[in-house]
């Protein structure tokens, strides 16, 4: 198959992949399709399958290129990849509260690039469940900020329905600065990292930035994911 064919079998279950995705997990070593004599690659039916599992693996379990080219790796010399010893909750589970709806509250953020969907705050409120006040609460304290024509992306919802579903423990939005902060320290350090990849002239600088920047956010969630269950079990004693 050509890499156009490939990409249209892949776009149905991966829509935000494209022809540079593609090209640059070539260069990553994770798919080597075959050339024809003139050059133009060449994919067989198991480098779909392996790309696939690749973009699955980002996509499912947040997990950096370099975990997966080691199982990938690890496949080819006869073993079968195994699962990924973080996986990433796709659902906050309501801990003990009736009001919070188990399974309804996504948690885990989503790293592909492109939303266009652009929300009202009469939207915000209807999707969220919540009320105005509390929506203020969440602006005054920097955990929603709508965009400058005033309109709120969909990951604001699911902040918006996170911290709701926190309150039931008695936390407040002003209790919850501290996240804000650190996820600015975070996105700062991240910026400071791949703006020179943006900054480069070539075709493919663009597609190495965003895998970049899915990549290096992975890894901040899941060693923040680590710190947090460690300091879990120091208060829990386990």
Not at 58 to 78: F, M, N, S, T
Request: glycine share 8%; aromatic share 6%; with cysteine.
């Amino acid at each position: 198959m050509s890499i156009g064919a490939v990409l249209a079998q892949l776009r149905g279950e991966f829509p935000d992949v494209t022809i540079s995705k593609i090209r640059f997990l070539e260069s990553e070593g994770l798919v080597q399709p075959g050339r024809t004599p003139s050059g133009y690659r060449q994919f067989a039916a198991a480098d779909v399958e392996r790309l696939r599992f690749v973009l699955s693996a980002q996509r499912d379990h947040y997990l950096p290129l370099k975990v997966i080219k080691e199982q990938l790796d690890a496949a080819d010399a006869g073993a079968e990849p195994v699962a990924p010893a973080v996986k990433l909750p796709r659902k906050l589970v309501a801990l003990g509260t009736q009001s919070a709806q188990r399974g309804d509250l996504p948690c885990a953020a989503d790293f592909d690039q492109g939303r266009s969907a652009r929300l009202t705050q009469e939207d915000l409120l209807a999707e969220a469940g919540v009320d105005a006040a509390l929506l203020a609460e969440l602006q005054q304290y920097g955990l929603v900020r709508p965009g400058p024509a005033g309109f709120y992306d969909p990951d604001a919802v699911l902040v918006a329905k996170t911290v709701k579903a926190m309150t039931e423990f008695g936390i407040e939005p002003r209790h919850l600065r501290a996240f804000r902060a650190s996820a600015d320290r975070e996105v700062g350090l991240l910026e400071q990292i791949v703006t020179p990849v943006y900054r480069h002239r070539d075709a493919d600088a663009k597609a190495r930035g965003d895998e970049m920047v899915r990549e290096l956010a992975a890894l901040s969630v899941t060693l923040h994911t680590l710190l947090v269950k460690a300091g879990i079990r120091g208060v829990t004693g386990a």
